[in-house]
């Protein structure tokens, strides 16, 4: 054993994480051979995988690589160890004494905002900061650990509490061994006795049955001569559940493979089995999750869909799979016929990956489907977790639109409660009615609010709600639906008068006339007046009882996309839209009195400027001026009183 000791304070944070594992975390304190097993596991993969590139860092091959669990009674020990990749003494330092790079703090803050046990489990997972665990039902543990390809080996060893210590060690063979020095069983405190050998199968069997590598441990057994023996087990299945036939598999069994390959201890949403036979063999398994994860809509975010080479583990997270908008997808895809040598890179590019790929995308939109047809509950369930990322596939598979668009979910004017699909709103148009409206907004009050709904509301035309911060994209992306254009209210010019208006009367070509001739003088002047904040300023169809609101031609960027831009330093030209009046109101047609009658030009042009203002109030804009707006309406009123 090398002399030279150190002792090292674990990072603050990491202290933080250690109390609430021990403390307050798991409800489960079985789940610490989980995590270290699965830690296990990993390391054997690392190990083999890179043999494949470097065959001299394994001294014995990888034809038995193996997890084994050894008990002492005597001592009160479990060891937990593996002949996998092994660390280093900084990889001891970096990855057990500080897990900041794993994301303490906002693991922290999530456990903070949970209430749920499953989720908050769910979370460490997620977080891989699982050995921790360990110090759940030890006193002190004591990793020894040497790395693939190196000649020393390091010893690390703490009691949870703040400090650990570090040393050189000999005589440590190549991989991993965690030594756990056991407290006492207590039943009060869920502590179990982890020496028992049918507790320890009963935990594997629970959470490591589908490891691909063996987990050994010595058991104990009765001899010819009725004495005790002692002989090596296997205590894990490693059947590759994928590789059954689907009838030969029970539903607690897929349920017990998604919760080891997704740490959701939740059941998933639909399960998918698949095998492709012919040119190029594989076989799938993928799961859609009934919860989505916390970082769903993070740009850490990655891919859930494992690959493997004829039961050989390729790689984690392998985006060629399965499309960005799809990374919620869990599972794992064997392939048949690939080197076990892949890359990445070489995956883009393959065209037979990419077949699997395309084949894997259509298999998961068409439960989807299957979903909204047959079970419109779970249907509606995943698409409020799932439809964001969803709708992004309208922005990134062009091949696959037509599929996206008929499972599209949104509110709309139609039922205050329950969503529809674009299929849905299709069937229920007025006759004559071409065009599938919609609006966009931060949320459904606003734009229920909106001025731009007034005439909509009043001749019982449908409008899609729309409050997804994708949707301002995915819109104007998509030209229609089942040859329904797509189009925003807020845009272009509306005109209600045709068929399907079977209430009030229709406004004729001569009273549309007369009205432009009333109205000759005092658009272009606040055209003019305005210019500043708008490029036209003109009579407007879609309202009944505002005084103005403000809409876009039909090909400009709204004022949210104009802000993500932004937000994202994507410079973009400010947009100048279009001033819309009621010419019915009160308000509007006092305003083209006094103008015709030769009013105080600087007065009517403050009072311009604040129908401009209401009316981007109205929509929920941001005022150019707001220190003005104020100060004039301010004055407007103080005339009034």
């Known amino acids: 054993m090398g002399s030279s000791v150190e002792t090292l304070e674990f990072q603050a944070e990491t202290r933080q994480l250690l109390r609430l594992v021990i403390h307050s975390i798991y409800s489960n304190k079985d789940i610490f051979l989980r995590e270290l097993i699965s830690n296990a596991s990993d390391a054997l993969d690392k190990l083999r995988l890179a043999s494949l590139t470097d065959a001299d860092l394994t001294e014995n091959g990888t034809a038995d690589l193996h997890i084994a669990l050894e008990v002492d009674k005597d001592a009160r020990t479990l060891t937990v160890r593996d002949n996998g990749i092994g660390m280093t003494r900084d990889d001891l330092v970096e990855l057990i004494g500080t897990i900041a790079k794993s994301g303490t703090a906002g693991l922290l803050e999530k456990i903070k905002e949970s209430k749920d046990a499953a989720t908050t489990e769910s979370l460490i997972g997620q977080f891989g900061v699982g050995f921790y665990s360990a110090f759940m039902v030890a006193d002190t543990v004591t990793v020894r650990t040497r790395r693939a390809g190196t000649d020393s080996g390091s010893q690390w060893e703490s009691d949870g509490e703040g400090s650990y210590t570090i040393q050189a060690a000999d005589d440590v063979p190549v991989g991993t061994s965690v030594t756990l020095h056991l407290k006492p069983a207590d039943s009060e405190d869920g502590l179990a006795d982890y020496l028992s050998e049918s507790k320890i199968r009963q935990i594997v069997k629970r959470y490591s049955d589908f490891i691909r590598w063996p987990i050994r441990m010595a058991t104990a057994g009765t001899g010819t001569d009725g004495g005790t023996t002692s002989e090596l087990a296997t205590l894990n299945s490693m059947k590759a559940l994928w590789a059954r036939p689907r009838s030969e598999v029970t539903e607690d069994e897929y349920n017990e493979f998604y919760q080891q390959i997704s740490h959701d201890w939740l059941p998933p949403a639909e399960t998918i089995h698949m095998r492709a036979e ?8 993928l799961f859609i999750p009934s919860q989505a994860p916390f970082d769903l809509h993070s740009r850490e975010s990655k891919s859930g869909v494992q690959l493997y080479v004829k039961r050989v583990f390729i790689m984690d997270d392998c985006e060629a799979l399965m499309p960005n908008y799809l990374r919620f997808v869990k599972g794992v895809v064997d392939a048949h016929d690939l080197s076990l040598n892949v890359s990445r ?3 883009q590019h393959d065209r037979q990956i990419q077949g699997v790929r395309r084949r894997l995308i259509k298999k998961v939109l068409g439960a989807i489907k299957d979903m909204q047809s047959k079970d419109a509950e779970r249907y509606a369930k995943v698409w409020a977790q799932f439809g964001r990322a969803l709708k992004e596939g309208l922005l990134e598979d062009t091949d696959n639109t037509e599929a996206l668009l008929e499972l599209v979910s949104a509110a709309s004017t139609h039922d205050p409660e329950k969503t529809t699909t674009l299929r849905e709103y299709v069937e229920r148009m007025k006759d004559g009615q071409d065009t599938i409206y919609y609006l966009t907004g931060e949320n459904r009050t606003m734009v229920e609010n909106s001025p731009h709904m007034e005439a909509f509301a009043a001749k019982g035309y449908e409008v899609l709600i729309l409050t997804d911060p994708v949707d301002e994209v995915w819109v104007d992306q998509v030209p229609a639906f089942d040859g329904h254009r797509l189009q925003s209210i807020a845009k272009g010019q509306v005109d209600l008068d045709g068929s399907g208006d079977a209430e009030g009367e229709k406004e004729t070509d001569a009273d549309k006339a007369q009205r432009e001739q009333d109205f000759a003088d005092l658009l272009p002047w606040l055209t003019t007046t305005l210019s500043d904040h708008v490029k036209q300023v003109r009579l407007s169809s879609r309202l009944t009882t505002s005084a103005a609101c403000i809409v876009g031609d039909n090909h400009d960027v709204t004022p949210a996309l104009e802000k993500m831009y932004r937000a994202m330093g994507q410079p973009i030209p ?16 006092a305003l083209r009195t006094a103008h015709h009658t030769g009013a ?29 707006f104020t100060r004039l309406l301010t004055d407007h009123l103080t005339r009034t009183v």
């Open 278 to 285: 012919g040119t190029f063999e594989y076989e799938a398994l």
């Open 345 to 347: 890179e070489l995956l």
């Open 574 to 589: 400010n947009v100048k839209r279009i001033l819309e009046l009621n010419p019915a109101h009160p308000l509007i047609t």
């Open 600 to 628: 105080d030009d600087s007065a009517l042009a403050e009072t311009a400027e604040l129908i401009y203002g209401t009316a981007l109030l109205a929509e929920g804009g941001d005022l150019p001026d707001p220190a003005r």
